[in-house]
């Protein structure tokens, strides 16, 4: 097959370090067959998905389920993340070893942390004799029980209960000085908080094993999208303030923060539709990274080499998986990006299950174009695909 390449970016497929795909139990919202089509179409060849399904995926059985259907459905490959504690609910460690053996990359808390220093040390002691990383959501529940958004001037200007960066804060600091002692392989997932980056910074400079990533939301948003009530804009950790966004860039930039994850958390109308403090949080993720991220490459706020290493080698490095690469006589896995391509980001054709994102509607520019995961085509949009069916030699495609 010869394609027309010019003028795009060709690069590593990326791979996606958290996302909820809701198989089992919340099918409505999104399955595997959907998630991994709406990660194809973001440009993704791997995805790991994260442990609070219905049941939680806390067994070797829900990981080797999962895995199989992925397997079924073909496109991106999945990557289980099991539970740090059965049902996630931070008392009895999960059998994580064999979560491992079926397939389990990382194991992982709930949006909700309840589990105690005293878990906490030994889930990280235990993880650290398979070197299995161990994720944290990064949430004292008991700091922000009942909060709605970020805790400043506009949540009370809202009347909404707000959530301190503090709670996050806390929960960094706690874990950081527990894989101190462990010795363990500890990844903070969607850190939102400046305090959060300040502690990563002095632990990366005392060489602990720690790893952490941000979300395109909170690279781009901050708590005023939340002004109009929008329910679309709940999300946990919260959007927070232009301090906070700068901070989480700049910690990007310099490496402080290695990972770009999408935090993908689709949610139905009738779980969004509703006042704002019975909505959801969360949003979906997996095929906005390209036109979101792009903006900040084109501001300046980031560059285009850091973007594609935060989506490849470095989420790679954390699950131990290289990165999905170009070399000839690998499997291919890459992405085909068109970088000037603007477009309206049009609810029709979201291939998620779900449309709770506030940049429906959006005039955004950056298209994925192609992705190859495991050496076969698993997206092409509607150029490429006219492209590749035009006849060849002259006048024909041409590389
Ligand atoms: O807003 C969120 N929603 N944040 C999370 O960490 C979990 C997610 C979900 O599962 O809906």
Same mark, same amino acid.
């Given at each position: 097959q010869v394609l027309n390449g010019q003028g795009m970016l060709l690069v590593p497929a990326f791979i996606d370090l958290h996302a909820h795909l809701?198989? $089992?139990?919340?099918e409505y919202k999104e399955d595997i067959a959907s998630g991994l089509a709406a990660a194809a179409a973001g440009g993704f060849a791997h995805v790991c998905v994260m442990p609070n399904t219905r049941p939680v995926n806390d067994t070797r059985a829900i990981t080797e389920m999962m895995v199989a259907r992925a397997r079924e459905v073909g496109g991106p490959a999945l990557h289980p993340i099991g539970a740090i504690t059965v049902g996630q609910k931070g008392k009895e460690l999960a059998e994580m070893a064999d979560m491992k053996e079926a397939g389990a990359v990382a194991v992982s808390d709930d949006?909700?942390? #309840? !589990?105690?220093s005293a878990v906490m040390r030994r889930a990280l002691e235990y993880a650290s004799t398979f070197d299995m990383p161990v994720i944290q959501h990064a949430e004292d529940h008991a700091l922000t029980?009942?909060?709605?958004?970020?805790?400043?001037a506009i949540s009370t200007r809202l009347g909404l209960r707000g959530w301190p960066r503090v709670a996050e804060d806390i929960i960094v600091a706690r874990d950081v000085l527990l894989a101190e002692v462990t010795g363990a392989r500890y990844h903070v997932a969607h850190v939102s908080s400046l305090g959060a980056v300040r502690i990563l910074r002095e632990a990366k400079g005392r060489g602990i094993a720690v790893t952490a990533e941000v979300t395109p939301h909170h690279l781009t948003l901050t708590d005023e999208a939340v002004i109009g009530y929008? !329910? #679309?804009?709940? #999300?946990?950790p919260p959007l927070r303030e232009q301090a906070d966004v700068d901070a989480l860039r700049e910690a990007l930039a310099d490496g402080t923060i290695d990972v770009i994850a999408t935090d993908h958390a689709p949610h139905s109308s009738l779980e969004k539709d509703c006042e704002f403090a019975e909505a959801s949080p969360g949003m979906i993720g997996l095929e906005l990274v390209v036109p979101v991220l792009l903006g900040l490459v084109r501001s300046g706020a980031l560059s285009l080499g850091r973007l594609v290493d935060a989506l490849t080698r470095a989420p790679g490095r954390v699950i131990g998986l290289g990165a999905p690469t170009l070399a000839v006589g690998q499997r291919a896995e890459l992405c085909l990006i068109d970088p000037e391509r603007r477009y309206r980001i049009d609810p029709a054709r979201l291939?998620?299950?779900?449309?709770? !994102? $506030?940049?429906?509607?959006r005039e955004l520019v950056g298209q994925v174009c192609l992705t190859l995961a495991g050496g076969r085509v698993v997206f092409a949009d509607s150029l490429v695909e006219a492209q590749s069916s035009a006849p060849r030699g002259p006048g024909g495609p041409v590389s």
């Open positions: 809701r198989e $089992p139990g919340q949006g909700h942390c #309840v !589990t105690s029980e009942g909060a709605q958004m970020h805790e400043g929008d !329910t #679309v804009c709940k #999300v946990n291939r998620s299950k779900s449309r709770n !994102t $506030p940049f429906l509607g």
